[in-house]
């Protein structure tokens, strides 16, 4: 009975290849982002430091070894410790399909709990796998490592959950293109092409399954592998930035300062002088 829930969960609550995304990063003290409006359903683990995590005006702690779960459509502003690096790692859906009794049921849990071990294994081999494949996500032992992750914290949660109808099945496709080819120079249209439709078509599906156009996917996909190059690579800031697809470094500083409010070079520093 028991395996059949877990199997039951895994199925209804994300779509196949749901398309995960794993990630860490050092914040220096002071470190603030936002505000953003999250288009994904995404786990964000403290490791050491802290967070205060500010949700459409309401505020809550995120300590060491604590998790909380980032609902899609809220303003969050993230402030980090003033006194020490504040260690960050997410698993992120990138599109999950809650129906609103879903939500309903994720709005009633903690809004944190504890990181057990048994979470952190499965992260840290999602993690390690992720990391090599650097330019195309959606590996299938990726997504059942990332499903088991989100059942954990859920069964510990107590938490059951439905899913809409699935997005047009190009949605999909053109997301995973998106995946695989941000590295390199993409229009709009080559995104749509990709999957037989018009710009405007496929910019309508996205917008109804993710509340964001294939170009706005596509440029955040970059800030989010550009950010992560640079905490875990000594790359120069231009080197970074023509390996995620920018072909101008000062634009790409332009779009880390808007989301981390640090320069990469200001970003750099701080975590030396503070290590």
């Given at each position: 009975?028991?395996?059949?829930?877990?199997?039951?969960?895994l199925?209804?609550?994300?779509?196949?290849n749901?398309?995960?995304?794993?990630?860490e990063?050092?914040?220096p003290?002071?470190?603030?982002?936002?505000?953003i409006?999250?288009?994904?359903?995404?786990?964000m683990i403290i490791?050491?430091?802290?967070?205060?995590?500010?949700?459409?005006?309401?505020?809550?702690r995120v300590g060491?070894r604590?998790?909380?779960?980032?609902?899609?459509?809220?303003s969050?502003?993230?402030?980090?410790?003033?006194?020490s690096?504040?260690?960050?790692?997410w698993?992120?859906?990138?599109?999950?399909?809650?129906?609103?009794?879903?939500?309903k049921k994720?709005?009633?849990?903690?809004?944190?709990?504890p990181?057990?071990?048994?979470?952190?294994?499965?992260?840290?081999?999602?993690?390690e796998?992720?990391?090599?494949l650097?330019?195309?996500?959606g590996s299938?032992?990726?997504?059942?490592?990332?499903?088991?992750?989100?059942?954990?914290?859920?069964?510990?949660?107590g938490?059951g959950v439905?899913?809409?109808?699935?997005p047009?099945?190009?949605?999909?496709?053109?997301?995973?293109?998106?995946?695989?080819?941000f590295?390199?120079?993409l229009?709009?249209q080559?995104?749509?092409?990709?999957?037989?439709?018009s710009?405007?078509?496929l910019a309508?599906?996205?917008r109804?399954?993710?509340?964001?156009?294939?170009m706005?996917?596509?440029?955040?996909i970059?800030?989010?592998?550009?950010?992560?190059l640079?905490?875990?690579t000594?790359?120069?800031?231009?080197?970074?930035?023509?390996?995620?697809g920018?072909?101008?470094p000062f634009?790409?500083?332009?779009?880390?300062k808007?989301?981390?409010?640090?320069s990469?070079?200001?970003?750099r520093?701080?975590?030396?002088?503070?290590?």
């Amino acid at each position: 009975m028991f395996a059949l829930r877990v199997i039951m969960f895994l199925v209804n609550i994300f779509n196949i290849n749901q398309n995960f995304f794993f990630g860490e990063i050092i914040y220096p003290p002071g470190g603030r982002l936002g505000p953003i409006v999250r288009r994904s359903l995404q786990l964000m683990i403290i490791h050491s430091g802290e967070v205060n995590v500010t949700v459409d005006n309401r505020s809550y702690r995120v300590g060491p070894r604590e998790v909380t779960m980032m609902k899609p459509g809220g303003s969050e502003l993230y402030q980090f410790s003033k006194k020490s690096n504040t260690h960050q790692s997410w698993c992120t859906a990138r599109a999950p399909v809650l129906s609103d009794d879903t939500l309903k049921k994720l709005n009633s849990i903690p809004q944190t709990f504890p990181w057990t071990s048994r979470m952190e294994k499965f992260f840290s081999l999602a993690l390690e796998s992720q990391k090599m494949l650097p330019d195309c996500h959606g590996s299938p032992v990726i997504d059942f490592l990332a499903q088991a992750l989100f059942y954990e914290v859920f069964v510990n949660m107590g938490v059951g959950v439905g899913v809409k109808p699935q997005p047009h099945p190009n949605v999909d496709k053109a997301q995973q293109f998106i995946l695989c080819n941000f590295h390199r120079t993409l229009s709009g249209q080559e995104i749509a092409s990709s999957v037989g439709m018009s710009y405007q078509h496929l910019a309508r599906l996205f917008r109804i399954a993710f509340g964001c156009t294939p170009m706005e996917m596509l440029w955040t996909i970059r800030i989010e592998q550009g950010a992560e190059l640079l905490y875990s690579t000594g790359l120069s800031v231009a080197e970074i930035a023509i390996r995620v697809g920018f072909q101008d470094p000062f634009h790409f500083s332009k779009c880390i300062k808007k989301q981390f409010n640090f320069s990469p070079r200001e970003l750099r520093d701080k975590l030396k002088s503070s290590s």
